[in-house]
């Protein structure tokens, strides 16, 4: 474990921020650290760049983080394969299933490579960097921005011959009725899904995380290929 201080913090709203650390993790779009915040529980987090994480209070670490005052957190890492780079693509973010695909989205544009984004929460609130995206198309449950809808409102009419790759982050849920389309629509050969699960090693010696096909989040993902989770959605 290694230390870092915080030098900033962007709040997206009550229960969402982006933590700022004082040094760039070197990494790619993808990876994950193992955030510590002394006194509490070690959690994993996705980069949402190098040199930040994006979290959502959801348990007692998060939580603080998102609420406290810290200074300096400890780190290990990164883990995880990433995505696999790819010119023309697709990213499929819901709720704080953006924050690795934001990570992914701004090394893709950087690299020249065409990006679409579509990108779906509950109310406006919970849509973060809606200004930072080009091509990009976006749904609210609530109606309060873009389709009232959700993401799967987005994909249903479109098609996905033109993309070299297809990414998703987001709800399980989400990303099950997403894998269920583009199996319908012959395009599940292109997609890779970032999965979230509890872990408590982070290197695939506990198992915490194993999925019922034996694979382990932490160590041979957290991003798979779709052929992969077959029996998994």
């Avoid at 993808?30 to 994480?53: A, K, T, W």
């Avoid at 609420?67 to 400890?74: K, M």
């Avoid at 849920?173 to 090693?201: G, P």
């Avoid at 160590?219 to 290929?225: A, E, H, I, L, S």
Wanted: hydrophobic share 40%.
């Amino acid at each position: 474990m290694f230390t870092v201080k915080i030098w900033g913090l962007v709040r997206h709203s009550k229960n969402m921020v982006t933590v700022y650390f004082n040094k760039r993790i070197p990494s790619y779009p993808g990876q994950f650290v193992m955030l510590n915040l002394f006194g509490y529980e070690e959690i994993p987090l996705s980069l949402s760049s190098p040199d930040s994480v994006t979290v959502k209070a959801v348990g007692e670490t998060t939580r603080a983080l998102v609420e406290g005052n810290f200074e300096i957190v400890g780190l290990r890492g990164p883990f995880g394969k990433p995505f696999t780079i790819s010119d023309e693509a697709l990213l499929i973010a819901g709720g704080i299933g953006i924050a690795p695909l934001k990570y992914l989205y701004d090394f893709l544009r950087n690299t020249g490579y065409k990006v679409e984004l579509v990108y779906g929460a509950r109310s406006s609130e919970e849509l973060i960097w809606k200004n930072e995206f080009e091509n990009a198309e976006f749904s609210t449950e609530d109606g309060s921005f873009g389709i009232k809808g959700t993401v799967l409102d987005l994909l249903k009419g479109r098609s996905f011959e033109k993309y070299e790759r297809i990414y998703c982050c987001g709800k399980e849920e989400m990303m099950r009725e997403v894998y269920n389309l583009l199996k319908a629509k012959n395009s599940l050969n292109k997609a890779e899904f970032s999965l979230e699960r509890f872990m408590r090693c982070g290197i695939g010696v506990c198992d915490s995380c194993a999925l019922k096909n034996g694979l382990r989040v932490c160590r041979d993902g957290p991003v798979f290929k779709a052929g992969d989770l077959e029996g998994i959605f």
